[in-house]
């Protein structure tokens, strides 16, 4: 918003996003963590709501097997009938850690939840309400308030 007052077209944080019923117990867990950092940043708006639940689910993901290789390891042997070893392959699980952390960090970012992205939607306010590089109008993130 600022000292010019409120756009039509920027988006208001609503605070009314509600926990989808299909997330598991520990999704919801995460949600709730999730949502409470969200509304004090003023970043959560109702149509983020999936996409806040796919970040739950993946993080969720993520952590059990980050758990499931912190157990095993990242690999296995391999052995014959004869038991000599033939190979050592790696658990599918280190694949999926591999897979889910770019796709976290890209939700994580979208959120403003690291540093950087805090940053960056920082400068991003700053220059608008100064009028440097505002030349963008349809940027969403020319928009974003941040509290706190």
Same mark, same amino acid.
């Given at each position: 918003?600022?000292?010019?007052?409120?756009?039509?077209?920027?988006?208001?944080?609503?605070?009314?996003?509600?926990?989808?019923?299909?997330?598991?117990?520990?999704?919801? =867990?995460?949600?709730?963590? /999730?949502?409470?950092?969200? %509304?004090?940043?003023?970043?959560?708006?109702?149509?983020?709501? @999936?996409? !806040?639940?796919?970040?739950?689910?993946?993080?969720?993901?993520?952590?059990?097997?980050?758990?499931?290789?912190?157990?095993?390891?990242?690999?296995? =042997?391999?052995?014959?009938? /004869?038991?000599?070893?033939? %190979?050592?392959?790696?658990?599918?699980?280190?694949?999926?850690? @591999?897979? !889910?952390?770019?796709?976290?960090?890209?939700?994580?970012?979208?959120?403003?939840?690291?540093?950087?992205?805090?940053?960056?939607?920082?400068?991003?306010?700053?220059?608008?309400?100064?009028?440097?590089?505002?030349?963008?109008?349809?940027?969403?993130?020319?928009?974003?308030?941040?509290?706190?």
């Amino acid at each position: 918003m600022g000292s010019r007052g409120p756009t039509p077209t920027e988006p208001k944080p609503d605070h009314g996003a509600r926990c989808p019923a299909w997330l598991d117990k520990d999704a919801k =867990t995460v949600w709730q963590h /999730a949502i409470r950092e969200l %509304n004090a940043m003023g970043m959560m708006t109702k149509v983020d709501t @999936n996409a !806040l639940a796919r970040y739950c689910r993946m993080l969720v993901r993520w952590k059990q097997c980050d758990e499931f290789v912190r157990k095993y390891g990242e690999s296995f =042997t391999l052995t014959d009938e /004869a038991g000599k070893i033939r %190979n050592r392959q790696q658990h599918p699980e280190v694949g999926i850690i @591999n897979k !889910l952390g770019p796709q976290l960090l890209k939700l994580e970012q979208e959120f403003g939840l690291t540093p950087a992205a805090r940053v960056r939607l920082k400068l991003t306010i700053a220059a608008e309400e100064t009028g440097e590089g505002t030349d963008d109008e349809d940027n969403p993130l020319l928009r974003l308030r941040i509290t706190g």
